[in-house]
């Protein structure tokens, strides 16, 4: 049977039945019901944050910029080595995204490189935990607060993630989380924005319900973006299984990282983890000596059944809907590790077998 890089963690079919049987006495299947309402309050506890809960991930991240009222034409610094919604959501917000360089030891956003692209158009920092890995918050937050900027992290890979023992989920004015069926906590498809201000929940919520505050009264040109009840209670299902499947991922990580131990040709990504990171174990990617030697890598795992995926190439700023239009920025680092890195299949119920085959084709 073929590997996909990832599978959905789900609940039995009888705890999903049990969580939607009350919905067939109330036909009550969306607008903030009962199961939404339980979700966003079993969230808010975990992350300690104000939490408000999306229909995707995508659209957490537009209401987020919008929430923020970053004024029209302004600039963005941002990362192009990330899933092409965090570049679109700033292009569909009407903001300009300016490309600034990742780290080369976790991919994140470079500080370093941040302040040579602030100009006077600049109102915003959108920076991304790829694959779990925390951005130099310290340092991001220090150089908005001089230059009056805002954070908005995309979060979407790091629920579950803890540093110094503390959710990393409510970093920044803003950070966003997506729960889609292909990230470690799932609700079908839904996403969320965490933050502390308490002034952005009605901009959120405006948002969310096309403006409407109550049957009489609609204060805001808002769009629809809501969380139905099936994916609410498909999410406080997952939510009591969580623990136990981050767990299991970071035992997977930790396995494939002692059968790919001292070799120079691949080698787990980040080289060098942060001690003081908890991680969620969402995606284990492998970095190659060289891009041919990646390129070989995928095939070969695809000739066996097994499915990897070049994540993240290409970079957003070269997809074809940006090539030409925006100005690429000069990300050296971005590009080559972009050229070199492949996710791995990761996910509850792969096997010791699944893993030194995988790790047999790539050695
Ligand atoms: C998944 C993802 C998103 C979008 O989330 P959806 O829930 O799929 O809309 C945004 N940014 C990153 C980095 C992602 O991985």
Known sequence: MRLEVTRTSMPSFEEFCDEIRPLWDSHILTNMGSEHEALEAALRERLGCEVTLFANGHLALEAALEALELPAGGEVITTPFTFVSTTHAIVRRGLRPVFCDVRSQDGTLDPAGIESLITERTVAIVPVHVYGNVCDDERIRSIANRHGLKVLYDAAHAFGVRRGGLPVEAL????????????????????????????????LEDSRNFGIRDKEHCEAVGGNAKLNEFQAAMGLC?????????????????????????????????????????????????????????????????????????????????????????????TPVARDLSARILCLPLYPGLTEADLRNICRILL
Not at 175 to 202: D, M, P
């Open 172 to 203: 920044g004015d803003a950070s966003i989380l997506s729960f889609h069926a292909t990230k470690v906590f799932s609700t079908v498809e839904g996403g969320a924005v965490c933050y502390r201000a308490a002034g952005l929940r009605q901009r």
């Open 238 to 330: 997952n939510l009591r299984h969580l623990e136990e499947v981050l767990a299991q991922r970071r035992a997977l990580t930790a396995r494939y990282r002692e059968l790919l131990a001292d070799n120079l040709e691949v080698q787990p990504f980040p080289l060098e983890p942060d001690a003081s990171v908890q991680s969620n174990g969402a995606y284990f990617p492998v970095l190659f000596r060289g891009q041919e030697q990646r390129d070989a890598a995928y095939a070969a795992l695809e000739a066996a059944g097994i499915g990897a995926r070049k994540y993240f190439w290409p970079l957003t700023s070269d997809m074809g809907c940006y090539r030409g239009k925006l100005d690429p920025g000069h």
